[in-house]
């Protein structure tokens, strides 16, 4: 079975710019949650969505916003680049959204602003 | 407010010799508990989980975690330690009913010898 997909693997933006990330959730699992891992740092909760609706918000800014699609695969957006916002963005999928329910990561996408 | 630390960045063990990554939290109400490991430049990989029951929890490839609710710890452990166990390991820590957001740890990177 496949694992959760991201894509693009790698990505490198100016300041300023504007930046899609996408997600494919493992079959069945209808939760998708979205965090960045700035290097030598542990996770840092983003988005939950379930069913398409927003579950849960982190301490982001309104530049980064994100949405779930009836296929339950996932997008997260970044608008006005900064540097600070260069960091491994990893996307996670559960079963079904619960709070004590494991989270299946994929190996991210590796954005670079410059 | 949810907060979890690992009070080692690095941990060196020769192989064979038992292992322990340490883990202390803070939360309000009952905790979950996760450890999740981090291969280089790949997504974690989710170890064990705690939600209630046992003190003593079994996870995949050999490690298990012990809850300590009068030390709000969640120390990982394995009898026998491998040099494929070498990469980042990752506490977490999700509250009931606060939402689905985990809080992770900075990681604790361990070094099995030969």
């Known amino acids: 079975d496949a694992g959760v997909t991201q894509s693009p693997t790698h990505l490198i933006k100016t300041r300023g710019q504007h930046v899609t990330l996408r997600c494919s959730p493992i079959s069945g699992h209808k939760s998708v949650s979205w965090y960045q891992q700035v290097l030598g740092q542990g996770p840092q909760f983003i988005f939950q969505y379930y069913e398409k609706e927003e579950r849960g918000r982190g301490n982001f800014p309104d530049r980064f916003s994100a949405r779930q699609f009836p296929n339950y695969s996932s997008e997260l957006n970044v608008n006005a680049l900064l540097l600070g916002d260069s960091a491994l963005y990893l996307c996670?999928?559960?079963?079904?959204?619960?709070?004590?329910?494991?989270?299946?990561f994929g190996n991210g996408t590796r954005l670079t602003v410059t | 407010a949810q907060s979890v630390a690992q009070p080692e960045d690095q941990v060196n063990v020769a192989e064979g010799n038992p292992l322990t990554v340490k883990c202390t939290y803070s939360v309000s109400g009952n905790p979950y508990l996760f450890w999740y490991v981090q291969y280089p430049n790949r997504g974690l990989q989710f170890l064990l989980k705690?939600?209630?029951?046992?003190?003593l929890v079994k996870g995949s490839y050999g490690f298990e975690a012990e809850f300590n609710k009068s030390q709000t710890s969640f120390h990982l452990k394995k009898p026998s330690a491998l040099v494929s166990d070498s990469a980042l390991y990752f506490c977490?820590?999700?509250?009931?009913?606060?939402?689905?957001?985990?809080?992770f740890g900075k990681g604790t990177s361990l070094l099995v010898t030969p």
């Open positions: 977490a820590v999700g509250e009931a009913n606060s939402g689905y957001a985990l809080n």
């Open positions: 705690y939600i209630t029951g046992d003190n």
């Open positions: 996670a999928s559960s079963l079904t959204g619960q709070d004590n329910s494991p989270l299946h």
